[in-house]
């Protein structure tokens, strides 16, 4: 890929001074960042000469280059209108037949005036990784006059329209995920050299637009489209380039009373109390590298020009820590590192217009995660307080098909088979790990099924502005079951209901002398948008659903045991460790005014919320120079809520005597952010975030917040700190 990036920019570059060469006079070939300057006219009238002796070569060549003779005609008569540039029309047979460019692509470049030819393949070069901004760069210098004077300082090249978006930090959560091609996922480097001086000056480039958080971008990756720091397996193996970040940051929470350096939802659950902050707020100051991230993206070779297969591994340092006995006592400082994703992926290429693709590994769920809020505060990414997401072990299926040229309207129909599971809170309860393991674990597998998610896609152009992304709107859904056994085995050991009515349990467990099993249902529903204009990038989600804990949404809510109608509940062991807190218990009762025995059924909590994110380009509303140091500032605006449905927060049927902690007193976790970028350069950003958590409770139930009552608990955060890409 090197060698092929390379032989394109010099094509690009030796296209770039033919004009030149060839005599021509013409200077307007200078729009949307021109890969040559015009030369002065006495470089002119000395290059006039040369090209009439070219000219007599030229007619004696049986191939004769049409763009060579036009120019030198040029020369003399200002008015004969230019013909194609012919090594433009051969390379792009070359890239065509490489299967770079598709032939629909290279069919448009041809059809355009032989001024703009050269320039729209540099533009589909670019975006599809194969020429980068320094690349580029490399090119206006070449094409330069060789007698241009150098200006005395540093130039720095502008990222790409990929690369040069948000704050790399938070294409962090996802910096890799919004490219349709594993490429490298790198701001481009600083430019070598110096700026060329043209005798007119050229156009200045455009801050790009605020592109949108794409977990899961929808674009196929191009065939050899991953330029490769290494490879492995010699000259044509498997090609692989680094990423990541490197971020710290500095943090303040008003209150925080479980002491996490993230914020949590309104739970105490270090506490003794989850309701009571004590006798302070709790406030406290946090510093943490944590946050750093690493990963790789892969491609594998083919022999099938149609046939592209990419991968990805990544992982961060946000897990636990390390408990070996030469950490032991500095254990807080050593985060684990733990993965993240790790998949592989095939895409064939049907027609220059649909794409088919699997999917196998773990990566972000298509529900909930196809866009995500730009915040700094990565760690918890706004979670129970409007933004839901998670990653998991997939089998994924889908196409993309391209149903206009007219604002490049796309649509990708998607669906997947993804690992079962539910969510269980490791601190509650005195099961720990173990109650984690054992919920979320047994109960999604003991189902017997996989969790099914879809969701559709719909991309398009909404502003032709240059350096401005699509735009999409989508439908995303899952539907999954959970499941609970009691066996036999587990009547042995009874709980505190069934010792405090050893009869009446004897009873129940006669009815089912083999035990019984006990499930609820889990789905949900979510719409989106992300709409990128040159002025502002508006995202935004709305979802509903039950039991949505697993996908950090719910207020921590999972199922409850529902005893209407049944009298005499008396609780059980389960296999998975339960009953288990914040949870509905397994359990048997008597259907009111009968003697029947009878399974409470048990069901999901219902739930709603989403976010919106606004980016606002600063710099572009300025007309910054995007190569300069006051091109990166960018400003965003959040607002989120997630909220359980008043009904089941306030059900009586959810009793107590059937269910621990559950539904939690949690009716609504609201947030609200603003977050400001500084980019000093392609690749280190300062970020600062200024935050408000609040969490409300049902009503008539109220926190004791430093010795006072509130039904509303608040914690006002400030973050601030540098993230360095490569």
Known sequence: MKLTRWMCTLLLTCLAVTPIFAGSSDDTAKAKGAVAAAASDDKDKDKDKEKDKDKDKDKSDAKGDTANSNSSSGATSSSASPAPNAKVTALLDVLVKKGILAPGEASQIRSASPDAELQLLVEALNRKGILSAADLSAVDSNAAPATAAAPSGP?????????????????????????PTPRNPEPQTQAAGVEPVSSKPAVPGVVPAVVPIRALPIDSPTKDGLVAAFRVGGEKGVKMTPYGFIKASAAHDSSSPNGDDFPFVGLFLSSTSILNTGPTKDPEFHLKARSTRFGANFEWPDPSPKLIVTGRVEGDFEGNFSEVDNRDVTSLRSSALQLRLAYVRLDYNITDRMDLFFEGGQDWAIFSSTVLPNLFETTFLGAFYGTIYTRSPQMRFGTTYKLSNWRNLKISP??????????QIEKLGSLGLTGQIGQAEREGADANRPELESRVVLQFQLDKAPAVPTAQIFWAGFYSRRRSIVTSSNYSTPTASCLANLVLCATYEDAFPNGFTVSSKQYGDEIGFSLPTRWATLVGTGYF????????????????????????????ATVDGGPLAAAGAATLATITGTNIVAIAPQKPIRSFGGFLNLGLPVSRWFNADPKGRMGGWQVYLHIGKDQVVHRDLT????????????????????MFAATLYYKLNPWCTFGTE???????LAPGVDYTIAGSLSN???????????????
């Open 155 to 179: 130039t720095f090249v502008a990222p790409s329209s990929a690369d040069a978006t948000s704050a790399p930090v938070m294409t962090a959560e996802v910096q890799q995920q919004q490219k």
């Open 414 to 423: 998607e669906f997947a088979l993804m690992m079962p599971s539910t969510g």
């Open 545 to 572: 659903g039950g039991d949505l804990r697993f996908f950090l949404g719910g207020q921590v809510n999972s199922y409850a045991t529902d005893t209407t109608l049944l009298s005499n509940p008396i609780t059980f």
């Open 651 to 670: 059900n009586p049927n959810y009793s107590a005597g059937a269910n621990t902690l559950s539904p939690l007193p949690l009716l609504m976790g609201k």
């Open 690 to 696: 200024y935050s408000v958590y609040a969490s409300r």
């Open 712 to 726: 509303e608990w608040q914690d006002h955060r400030i973050e601030f700190g540098p993230v360095f890409t490569f």
